[in-house]
C-alpha cells in the first residue's frame, strides 16, 4: 500500500521568522568628507552565524531525507501493486511525465495519451499535477449507525481518508479541443466543460504548463447549471468513450501519491544542496 503523502505544510516545522532589525536613522557620512574605509571581507561574527544557521538547516533537511527514504520514498522505485497497475496502463497508454520539476528530472505533472483514438478519430488525453488534491470528503452512508448517529468506533479503526485528483481530459479533432475537467476519488466525477484552440498534445503541454483556457472562446455554462441528463452524458463519454474508467482514476489517484513523495524528497535534496 501506498503511504498517504501529508501535506508539505504538516511535513516541514514552523518556524518563526527573526524580526527584522531597526532601520538606522542616523545619516550616513558625507562621502565627501568622510575618509572611511570599507571592511574588505565580511565580518568573522557573520560569518559563524550564518555558517551556523546553515548547518543546522542542512542537519534537519537530512534527517527528513533520511526518514523519507527509509520509508522507500525518493528512490524513483514504484511500489509493486503501483507498477503492475502502470504496466497495464501502459498497454492502452502513453504516460508521459510532463514539465521537469524541482530538483526532479521526472517532474510533477504527468502526461497520458490514449493509444486509441475515439470512435469519431478525436484524440483523447489526459493531464494532471500531483499537488492537484483535494481531501476526499465523500458521502458514506456506513458511517452512521441505524440510529442516525455517528460510528465513532469505526471511525476511529478505519485509516485515514485518501486524496481526490483533479485531472483534465481532453479530446481533439480538427485544430480544437473539447477539455472536461474531472475528479478522481472513490468514483469519477466530471466537474467542468470547457473549450480550446489546439491538439491534443499542445493542449496538454499548456494545461501542464498552468496555462489557462482560451479566454477569446465560449466556455459554456456552469456544469451544474446544464440539464442533469447533459451532466450524466458528459460523465458517460468520458467513462465509455475516453476509456477513463475505475483503473484509470485509479491509476491517477495512487500514481500522482507516489510522484508527490518523490518530488517532496527531490525538493529537499535541491533545497540542502543549495543552502546547506
Not at 565627501?32 to 565580518?43: A, I, M, Q, R, V
Not at 485528483?165 to 480544437?176: I, L, N, P
Amino acid at each position: 500500500m501506498i503511504r498517504s503523502a501529508a501535506p508539505l505544510a504538516r511535513r516541514l516545522a514552523t518556524t518563526s521568522l527573526p524580526k527584522r532589525a531597526a532601520i538606522r536613522t542616523n545619516p550616513l557620512p558625507s562621502l565627501h568628507h568622510s575618509t572611511t574605509t570599507l571592511p574588505s571581507s565580511t565580518p568573522s561574527h557573520i560569518t559563524t552565524r550564518f555558517s551556523s544557521s546553515s548547518r543546522a538547516l542542512s542537519s534537519i533537511l537530512s534527517r527528513e531525507i533520511a526518514e523519507e527514504t527509509e520509508a522507500g520514498s525518493g528512490t524513483n522505485t514504484m511500489p509493486p501493486e503501483l507498477e503492475g497497475l502502470y504496466n497495464d496502463m501502459s498497454k492502452n497508454w502513453n504516460i508521459l511525465q510532463g514539465l521537469t520539476g524541482i530538483g526532479s528530472s521526472n517532474g510533477a505533472t504527468v502526461r497520458m495519451f490514449r493509444k486509441e483514438n475515439a470512435s469519431n478519430g478525436s484524440k483523447i488525453g489526459i493531464v494532471f499535477h500531483c499537488q492537484d488534491t483535494e481531501e476526499d470528503n465523500s458521502f458514506d452512508e456506513d458511517m452512521f449507525n441505524d440510529d442516525g448517529g455517528i460510528n465513532g468506533e469505526r471511525d476511529e479503526e478505519e485509516e485515514e481518508a485518501g486524496n481526490a485528483v483533479r485531472f483534465a481530459v481532453t479530446v481533439s479533432k480538427g485544430g480544437q479541443t473539447v477539455v472536461m475537467q474531472c475528479r478522481a476519488a472513490d468514483e469519477l466525477s466530471v466537474e467542468g466543460v470547457a473549450v480550446r484552440e489546439g491538439d491534443t498534445e499542445s493542449a496538454l503541454v499548456a494545461l501542464a504548463g498552468g496555462e489557462q483556457l482560451n479566454a477569446s472562446l465560449y466556455q459554456g455554462p456552469e456544469f451544474t447549471e446544464l440539464a442533469e441528463d447533459l451532466q450524466e452524458a458528459f460523465h458517460t463519454y468520458v467513462e465509455k468513450e475516453c476509456g477513463v474508467d475505475e483503473d484509470v482514476t485509479a491509476f491517477i489517484t495512487m500514481y500522482a501519491d507516489y510522484r508527490e513523495q518523490e518530488e517532496y524528497v527531490a525538493w529537499m535534496k535541491t533545497a540542502n544542496s543549495v543552502l546547506g
